[in-house]
């Protein structure tokens, strides 16, 4: 490989949110490497190392916006990855991914309202419809032998509420791992249609794609849908950039583009990533081909540990993901209650990761693990947990 994933950065001096939390959790454990937070433990691609350097030689921090450099960057990457032909002025830049889906749900939402989301799904969700007095309608989805599929009868009748606004739509799913086809992404968009629905949809994860899925970006499917969903894309979990707080809100709608406008307005929030931007302008100009070697990696990472419960621990599941690069392992069959089973992995494995009830109810007994790690950091994990299971006598 041209560049390098196998050497360990130790983050913790450094300020890392998951290294700061796990040294909180495990104080005194030498060596161990949290796998929750969904940022990667690979050094930072070169050409933005080396860009960012040349960069600062002569930029002067001060307030900065988007440049024309930024822009093509962008829109070229949208067209030449996902087939998406954008323009500039449908850009509203925030401070990251969530913040701009708290700040939709507020656009769009009054308190009261419905949003539908489909747990298990990434918490912060829940967050932003929650502490805005908006209500969670869950239409679950339903998993069979670790594959997910959206419950399309029940998400039909909850569309037809009409105190239900907004569907929430996270693609590819995190935490389970699914690239939704076009054939499934076609039948939300006839009801979101049918039901006069805004959709936003969260595709932070769709440049990381595994071997045989395809991403499409749900703004591409009909002019129809294009004018009645946000999407919300970052270079953060492409690049690993999620330091530098830069998202990028697509919205071709003018109208909702200037509500989403006035409601970032209203309370202040403001993007002003003066690194960000150049840092994303270099990720979508020059390290394609950093990211291509990075999702190698991670799916090799997949299948070993995979392998690994397969041949050890067959009731334990950890399928291929199709996308992101988490896994979501099923340990239901150690019948421990969520309590047990996260003191079990941190206190005997040393294994420090995302437990699944915080992604609803759906997600208890499950677990998600970070695999955007050097092997070897997995190895010595997996290692840490057989023996665990074999001091439990469990088989």
């Not at 032909?85 to 308190?111: C, D, L, M, P």
């Not at 950039?241 to 071709?252: D, E, P, Q």
Request: glycine share 6%.
């Amino acid at each position: 490989m041209k560049y390098d994933f196998v050497t360990r950065v130790d983050r913790k001096k450094d300020g890392s949110n998951k290294w700061v939390a796990i040294e909180k959790k495990l104080k005194g454990r030498e060596g161990i490497v949290p796998f929750s937070v969904a940022d990667m433990e690979f050094k930072t691609p070169p050409e933005i190392k080396d860009g960012l350097t040349e960069f600062l030689d002569h930029m002067v921090l001060g307030y900065t916006s988007a440049n024309d450099d930024y822009y093509k960057a962008l829109i070229s990457w949208m067209e030449r990855k996902h087939n998406f032909k954008i323009e500039r002025e449908w850009v509203v830049h925030t401070q990251g991914i969530v913040a701009g889906i708290f700040n939709a749900i507020r656009a769009y939402s009054s308190k009261g309202d419905g949003v539908i989301i489909m747990r298990p799904v990434y918490f912060p969700f829940s967050f932003a419809i929650e502490r805005q007095e908006r209500k969670i309608v869950n239409c679950p989805l339903i998993e069979n032998n670790g594959y997910y599929e959206i419950d399309f009868n029940l998400l039909d009748e909850l569309a037809k509420d009409q105190n239900n606004k907004i569907l929430l739509f996270c693609s590819p799913h995190n935490p389970c791992g699914r690239v939704w086809t076009k054939e499934e992404l076609e039948k939300i968009g006839k009801i979101v249609l049918d039901n006069n629905l805004l959709l936003l949809s969260d595709e932070i994860h769709s440049d990381i794609i595994m071997p045989g899925s395809k991403h499409i970006v749900f703004q591409t499917l009909s002019d129809d849908l294009a004018e009645k969903t946000i999407t919300f894309t970052s270079p953060s979990k492409t690049f690993n950039l999620a330091g530098l707080g830069l998202s990028n809100i697509i919205i071709k709608n003018k109208d909702l583009r200037d509500k989403f406008k006035k409601a970032m307005f209203n309370v202040g929030i403001n993007a002003n990533s003066a690194l960000g931007y150049k840092a994303g302008e270099l990720a979508y100009n020059y390290c394609e081909g950093w990211l291509d070697e990075a999702i190698s990696v991670i799916y090799e990472n997949e299948k070993f540990l995979m392998n690994f419960f397969e041949k050890n621990y067959s009731k334990i599941k950890a399928p291929l993901s199709e996308g992101t690069y988490l896994s979501w392992i099923d340990f239901r069959d150690l019948g421990l209650d969520d309590t047990d089973l996260e003191k079990f992995l941190e206190d005997k494995a040393g294994i420090f990761s995302n437990m699944g009830y915080i992604f609803g109810d759906e997600g208890k007994g499950f677990v998600r693990l970070n695999l955007a790690c050097p092997k070897d950091v997995l190895a010595e994990a997996l290692g840490r947990l057989d023996a665990a299971l074999k001091e439990i006598n469990y088989k």
